[in-house]
């Protein structure tokens, strides 16, 4: 049995203790590793190499995929999957392990009715954002690395009278911004999924002023492109200098978390179990502590939706 693993869209902390652990996995169940480097645009170009264990020793702690990542547009074209089902056919490959997000399910939901290539999906990305699961490969990682960037940024905010806006990605999705925001200590939480009110946040914070505080830290989520415009709103309503941090890409980077190592195995020994058992195109989803899988259609067809009752802890933040 030949089974690939490949890495699409955004990479991922965790994303190289999934692939260590696929190959060795594999090789302990007689399933002979491939590796497709560069997503689905490597797939197209043939990309595609047999893996030993020697070629995922010593990557454990390390972040990104050393199998690499892209975006595709010319995967939606059918003659490029046409390519890409070539070349799989060339190795005798006919399951695909799929480290992404839904985008790339479904892009393989396609190419599976079509060719009839099988693929098990692992959920990866720090945007938390896929339908059907709690937690995404990479999440945990991301938010220590915005924890550790908040922190110091707070060092520098308690040294002067000022309003730190730090804006974190996640898309549309506010999950990382809610979190962060829950586990900083700060002011202000802003994300797409929740209302907020300006009016009763400026009067809150003027108050806290006359009773002495003396920065503030706002996180705010780009999936709501208002993180100048919040910065501003420091600067004329609350009368505070204020800057404003982008954090950017270095959210996607960092050493795999404690949790990440772990669960990037839990979730590919399951997806290699399901591969196994003969079972297709499934998405593993850890949910109530349990790692277990659904078919990928329920996966892309539905939306996620962030826990009601983490915005509502939230809610003094944004009101
Ligand atoms: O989906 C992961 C993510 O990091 C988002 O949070 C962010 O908006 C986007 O990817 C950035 O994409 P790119 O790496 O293409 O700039």
């Known amino acids: 049995m ?7 869209g955004g990479d991922c902390s965790g994303m190289n203790p999934a692939t260590k652990r696929f190959v060795e996995y594999s090789i302990q169940n007689g399933i002979t590793p491939y590796f497709i480097y560069e997503g689905l645009e490597g797939l197209i170009d043939g990309k595609i190499k047999k893996a030993a264990f020697t070629d995922v020793s010593g990557i454990i702690y390390r972040g990104g995929t050393i199998i690499r990542s892209s975006r595709s547009k010319k995967f939606y074209e059918k ?3 046409q390519i890409a089902y070539e070349n799989l056919k060339k190795h005798s490959i006919n399951t695909v392990i799929v480290l992404g997000g839904d ?19 692992i959920p990866a990305t720090i945007d938390n954002d896929i339908y059907g699961t709690e937690y995404c490969l990479g999440v945990d990682t991301a938010l220590n690395i915005i924890r550790g960037a908040v922190d110091d ?3 520098t905010a308690s040294s002067f009278n000022r309003a730190f806006v730090i804006e974190t990605m996640g898309r549309e999705c506010g999950y990382l911004a809610l979190i962060t925001a ?4 700060a002011e202000m939480c802003l994300i797409p999924e929740a209302s907020y009110n300006l009016d009763s946040l400026k009067k809150k914070f003027l108050k806290q002023i006359d009773e002495g505080r003396r920065y ?4 705010v989520s780009e999936g709501l492109k208002i993180s100048e415009e919040i910065k501003e709103w420091f600067e004329n309503e609350i009368g505070f200098e204020s800057r404003l941090t982008v954090l950017g890409h270095i959210q996607r980077g ?3 978390t404690v949790f990440d190592r772990l669960t990037a195995f839990e979730f590919v020994t399951s997806a290699l179990d399901l591969a196994l058992k003969g079972e297709k195109n499934k998405i593993v989803v850890y949910r109530n502590s349990k790692f277990e899988s659904i078919d990928s259609k329920i996966v892309t067809t539905n939306r ?5 009752k983490l915005i509502e802890l939230a809610k003094e933040m944004m009101e």
């Open 153 to 155: 940024i707070r060092d």
């Open 304 to 308: 996620y939706k962030i826990d009601e």
């Open 79 to 81: 003659k490029y999957r």
């Open 103 to 121: 985008g790339s399910f479904r892009a393989f939901e396609i190419f599976s009715n079509e060719f009839g290539i099988n693929f098990i999906g």
């Open 254 to 256: 960092g050493n795999p």
């Open 182 to 185: 829950l586990t900083s200590g």
């Open 216 to 219: 503030f830290i706002a996180i």
């Open 2 to 8: 030949n089974i690939a693993i490949m890495a699409s």
